[in-house]
């Protein structure tokens, strides 16, 4: 196929979400039946941004957060500019506008800009400029991670504002690591939107015991410097409505994200609090300009399900993302029932009232894991044992819920017709992860629910092995099946797992199941090695 024919799909943005409609995007590039070119903002390739956090504490590496290599890319013919900033985009001319002044030609356009870390108006801080302080920092990408890194090192006290899951798992991270740590948040507990008041008494009983200090209920109006090293302003506390000021040496903002959007301002594409796109991924009208992952938010405005409702913007799930990303792949690259990209008939999204993207968990589907404290949280949560009874499709509202305060467990399940519709799960592995596959999947819970409740009592028999059908992996997709396939195979590492099956390359919430995959072939492979030895004698 000549130049001149083959479809040109510029890509804005080279996060996770980028990286995998990149790569699936490499046959067709290889077969010369598209052009590709990746506009990246900065200066590294693309890497996993949901464990930066890990590599901030120093238990990962920047080389294993590693999804894409430019080089590998460029030798299949796909062209990555890397420290490439797009401002603007004419859709009449259909380029997209570079920093330095430069243009680049598109037949299809991708927006795969991502979010950014959002910054409190706190006096003091620029959240217009993004300028901060010295010792205030955000924790989104590498050199956020290196100055969190720096502080973790040298035993600094750190002050972590939000207490959201990323807030928590930075906090219960550096404070495993020996560093000092306060937590200052809003609302009378942490996590105050998904959990309820008993899992967020014991999620905040189980963070003091790990000696994070807690600020509850806090406001925070501004952030107080002394001069630092060379006289440069640096952080010294974060100043509460109270007058209160608490200390610190490094502070961590982890107040939500923002979608980026600019770009698609400068060329009036419609926006809510993400690119707005239909179910089809496109943010235009004709096809030409799509937009996926943490900036875009799909609210079409004509469907039954999308009319006068508002939407809830972006999911922030690396998984929904993915999914969006191998779905317009397949598309951009030749749809297999031949469908145009701006006349398909098949949605990639289907049109739910959730106002999240393609292959989304259920609404509130939360997972926090740390060494010392495993949560899960889902849908209503709420609704209390003694409410007056809550009538649905003919059936009563449900509660059951057990506590266990001194040791850190707590577990709610919300139910209608045996089916659950929330849950809180604190302390409780097991439990949590037998509760999230029965929601996902809207099963039945057992008549005894305290059999659920004993899956984590010492001395239980571990449950009953999943089919390998079984979803591990809830961002790839990955099954039971195909990890030990790849165990079988010969990975002998969770590293060659993830290269192998995908699994454990996003959250890294499966890692200890593949680990756990890894140990019972080890275990296997040794027994049969000693009934080997012994037959031979």
């Known amino acids: 196929m000549s130049e001149r024919t083959r479809e040109r799909v510029v890509v804005v943005g080279f996060g996770p979400v980028a990286a995998r409609l990149v790569e699936e995007l490499l046959p067709a590039v290889r077969a010369g039946r598209l052009e590709v070119l990746v506009l990246g903002e900065e200066t590294e390739p693309a890497y996993n941004r949901v464990l930066v956090a890990d590599l901030a504490v120093g238990r990962t590496t920047r080389e294993a957060l590693a ?132 899992a967020g008494h014991v999620l905040t009983a189980t963070l003091r015991t790990q000696g994070i200090t807690v600020h509850p209920a806090a406001t925070a109006i501004g952030v107080a410097t002394a001069p630092g090293p060379g006289g440069v302003p640096a952080f010294r506390a974060l100043c509460l409505d109270d007058g209160t000021e608490v200390p610190g040496d490094l502070l961590v903002l982890s107040c939500g994200v923002r979608p980026r959007v600019e770009l698609a301002r400068t060329c009036a594409l419609p926006v809510g609090k993400g690119v707005l796109v239909d179910h089809h991924l496109r943010a235009d009208g004709e096809g030409r300009v799509f937009a996926i992952g943490d900036c875009a938010e799909v609210l079409c405005g004509r469907c039954p399900d999308c009319e006068g409702r508002e939407g809830r913007g972006p999911s922030g799930l690396i998984g929904p993302g993915w999914r ?24 990639a999204v289907p049109a739910a009232p959730v106002g999240s993207p393609l292959g989304a968990e259920l609404p509130g589907t939360i997972l926090l894991k740390a060494r010392s ?14 409410d007056e009874p809550e009538e649905g499709d003919g059936l009563p509202l449900r ?139």
């Open 324 to 347: 969006q990303a191998e779905w317009l792949a397949a598309v951009l690259a030749g749809d297999p029932h031949g469908a145009d990209p701006g006349d398909l008939t098949e949605p």
């Open 67 to 198: 999804l894409a290599d430019p080089g590998d890319l460029a030798a299949d013919g796909v062209r990555v500019l890397l420290g490439t900033r797009a401002v603007a985009v004419d859709r009449a001319g259909r380029q997209v506008v570079l920093a330095d002044g430069r243009t680049a030609r598109y037949d299809r356009l991708v927006l795969a800009t991502g979010a950014d870390a959002a910054i409190p108006p706190l006096a003091g801080l620029d959240p217009a400029g993004r300028r901060l302080p010295a010792g205030v920092t955000t924790l989104r990408d590498l050199n956020d991670a290196d100055r969190l890194r720096a502080a973790v090192d040298a035993g600094r006290e750190i002050v972590v504002l939000g207490g959201g899951v990323l807030g928590l798992e930075v906090a219960l991270a550096a404070a495993e690591e020996g560093a000092r740590v306060r937590v200052v948040h809003h609302g009378p507990r942490p996590m105050a939107r998904n959990l309820d008041a008993g």
């Open 373 to 386: 404290l495993d949560l899960a949280a889902a849908g209503r949560v709420a609704p209390e044992p003694w």
């Open 399 to 537: 509660v059951a819920q057990w506590s266990d305060p001194e040791h850190g467990r707590y577990v709610k399940m919300v139910t209608r017709g045996g089916v659950l519709e929330g849950l809180a799960c604190v302390g409780m592995p097991r439990t949590a992860a037998e509760l999230v596959l029965l929601y996902e999947r809207g099963d039945e819970l057992p008549a005894d629910r305290t059999s659920l409740f004993r899956l984590d009592a010492a001395g239980e028999p571990a449950p009953a092995p999943a089919s390998p059908s079984a979803t591990v992996c809830r961002c790839s997709g990955a099954t039971l099946g195909s990890i030990d396939d790849a165990v079988a195979g010969g990975c002998a590492t969770v590293a060659e797992v993830g290269r192998a099956t995908r699994a454990g390359t996003g959250c890294g919430g499966c890692h200890d199941t593949i680990r756990r995959r890894l140990a019972a072939h080890a275990a296997g492979a040794d027994d049969n090695r000693a009934a080997a030895a012994a037959a031979a004698r």
